[in-house]
């Protein structure tokens, strides 16, 4: 079963408004991290936050993280048309399974112009 | 430049019929993986590597067999006993301790059974 659940499973919003996804886990973990996904390519590394952080920033994107109530946000401000693709969070595992990346199922998001 | 090439991108296989994806890294990364991406599931992993001759495998390993001779490379066979190998292939690279870094994606193969 997969670790990370994203929500919303879809998500349209105009550009310039801010999207804000967010990620519920299970189990413990070391890290989580979150991708982007054009149609149909492969995926691209966006940030990681590790389980002692609880917020971090990359240019127009702000993630948090909430270890007692596992769960994660990402937040990408003044959104472009651009930025239309899917997101992913994956954990990162503490304990025994601590080598596997897990994802999500992702949150599809379409910026109109 | 620096990256990691799957080929080819997209392969049409025959019931029955055994076909080998390709997955080469040059950024030197110990790490290596195969997940398996279908419409509304997400990615789940098929094998993983840590390092050259050594693999593991994922959450759904059967039907699939891999190889690690060299760091730069991973290939995948999709097996006849693969019941359902209609999907898309990523294959990733990290620099090592699994799960612990980011992961550098290649361009996904898609393959289709006729």
């Known amino acids: 079963s997969q670790q990370g659940e994203e929500d919303p499973q879809a998500l349209s919003i105009q550009e310039g408004e801010n999207a804000t996804m967010n990620c519920s886990y299970k189990t413990s973990i070391n890290n989580l991290q979150w991708y982007r996904q054009n149609s149909g390519r492969g995926l691209v590394h966006l940030i990681l936050i590790r389980s002692n952080e609880r917020e971090k920033h990359s240019g127009r994107l702000r993630v948090t993280l909430d270890t007692s109530k596992k769960s994660s946000s990402l937040l990408i401000t003044a959104s472009r048309a651009a930025d239309t693709a899917s997101y992913f969070c994956?954990?990162?595992?503490?304990?025994?399974?601590?080598?596997?990346?897990?994802f999500g199922k992702g949150t599809l998001l379409t910026v109109n112009p | 430049d620096g990256g990691i090439t799957q080929s080819p991108k997209y392969l049409f296989r025959k019931e029955g019929q055994n076909v080998t994806l390709s997955c080469e890294q040059n950024l030197n990364h110990d790490a290596m993986y195969w997940y398996r991406q279908d419409p509304g599931q997400g990615l789940r992993l098929i094998y993983y590597?840590?390092?050259?001759?050594?693999?593991q495998k994922g959450d759904i390993a059967e039907g699939y067999s891999v190889s690690r001779e060299k760091k730069e490379s991973f290939p995948l066979t999709v097996t006849s006993a693969q019941k359902n190998p209609t999907a898309f292939y990523l294959c990733?690279?990290?620099?090592?301790?699994?799960?612990?870094?980011?992961?550098?994606f290649g361009p996904g193969t898609r393959l289709t059974v006729l």
């Open positions: 994956a954990t990162g595992n503490s304990g025994g399974s601590n080598y596997k990346l897990t």
């Open positions: 590597s840590q390092i050259v001759n050594d693999f």
């Open positions: 990733a690279s990290s620099i090592g301790g699994v799960g612990y870094n980011e992961q550098f």
